[in-house]
């Protein structure tokens, strides 16, 4: 690298913590912004921590990674290559790719466990960082009016003080999903006697808006930004009190799986009543589907994930519509109607029967 006293320093500074450091006073008093808008220095202070040291060359090669192998896991973490001689990096990163040197030097990790590792957790925090962005600006902003430069000093600064919370609370969630995630792999083997869960049985439900693009039309950004917030909420609030998994939002439309057709079956008739019951917002159209799926980046794929979103466009509003292996299994629940409707062509996938699952009145 050319001077071995930067190596001496940042293993001082990574061994001591290297820790941010705070844009408030020693009285709680903000510091950001106090020249006016905040700074992207000022930024990058409050969220990550001191200002970046090293060039991507240092960085690897203090942390004991080889630089091509450093350069795959910034990429798939989703952030941009930086020139050779750019200084963008800190004490920080070093420590955090020591950690992966050390899991590739136990054993633990291979390389390619580690870029997929990196790529979920780049793609998966992208997100959560942008949306929780969105919710504070508008929790501290007058949408109303054009933000001044003390009022995004003001975000940043709310955002530093509730920094050492989130970050806690941040951790206890992950923890308790990846318990929730390994519990439902125990579960769903169990159901189908498979040791290694690559390819799972499993009921998936498509919940879909209706008519969302001619009401997208009609509504100003704020309403629709509501409308799908609202919607997802909901969902999500029915799925997950019933112990499923969503898997993802597409703004009109969620994707969920359940681990038994019943448990699908009771989901998509309480999304119904808290969706369109709530009579403050369009329709909805549910599909199930039963059988195999292909677990893969957070994901399920197959086709019987590509059948629900087929019996989905054959639902008309505010009912559910269900494949024969779903019909099948539910066919002896007392609580439950279901009722055969004619064939129809599902693209893709041919002909096929679908079912109406209702309660009864």
């Known amino acids: 690298m050319g001077d071995s006293s930067v190596v001496e320093d940042a293993a001082s500074a990574v061994v001591d913590g290297g820790g941010g450091r705070s844009l408030l006073d020693g009285g709680g008093i903000p510091l950001v912004g106090a020249a006016g808008r905040p700074t992207a220095e000022e930024v990058e202070q409050v969220f990550v921590g001191p200002t970046a040291r090293y060039t991507r060359i240092e960085v690897a090669a203090i942390a004991g990674v080889p630089q091509s192998l450093a350069e795959r896991i910034w990429r798939a973490l989703g952030f941009a290559t930086r020139a050779d001689d750019a200084v963008a990096f800190t004490d920080a990163d070093v420590a955090a790719l020591q950690r992966v ?17 990196a790529r979920a957790l780049g793609q998966t925090t992208a997100r959560l960082a942008q949306w929780q962005a969105e919710i504070m600006i508008d929790a501290v902003l007058d949408g109303r009016r054009h933000p001044a430069d003390e009022d995004l000093a003001k975000v940043l600064s709310t955002a530093e003080r509730l920094l050492p919370d989130f970050e806690h609370v941040l951790l206890h969630v992950w923890r308790s999903q990846l318990a929730a995630a390994g519990t439902r792999l125990l579960t769903v083997t169990d159901l189908n006697d498979e040791i290694v869960p690559t390819r799972l049985t499993l009921a998936v439900g498509f919940v879909d808006l209706v008519s969302f693009t001619q009401v997208s039309r009609e509504l100003d950004e704020h309403a629709l930004g509501d409308l799908v917030e609202g919607f997802e909420a909901r969902a999500a609030d029915v799925i997950a009190a019933h112990g499923a998994r969503l898997v993802k939002t597409l703004g009109d439309e969620v994707l969920f799986t359940a681990m038994t057709p019943r448990l699908a079956a009771e989901i998509s008739l309480d999304l119904v009543e808290a969706i369109t019951g709530a009579g403050d917002g369009p329709n909805v159209r549910i599909g199930l589907a039963h059988g195999p799926v292909v677990p893969m980046m957070g994901d399920v794929f197959g086709t019987t994930v590509n059948l629900a979103a087929r019996l989905t466009a054959i639902a008309r509003p505010g009912t559910i519509v269900i494949d024969g292996s779903m019909a099948q299994a539910l ?17 893709g996938l041919g002909v096929v029967q679908p079912y109406v699952l209702r309660r009864p009145p």
């Open 331 to 347: 066919d002896d629940a007392p609580d439950l109607e279901i009722h055969r409707i004619r064939r129809r062509p599902a693209r």
């Open 101 to 117: 040197r050390t899991m590739l030097d136990r054993g633990l990790l291979n390389e390619r466990t580690v870029i997929r590792m």
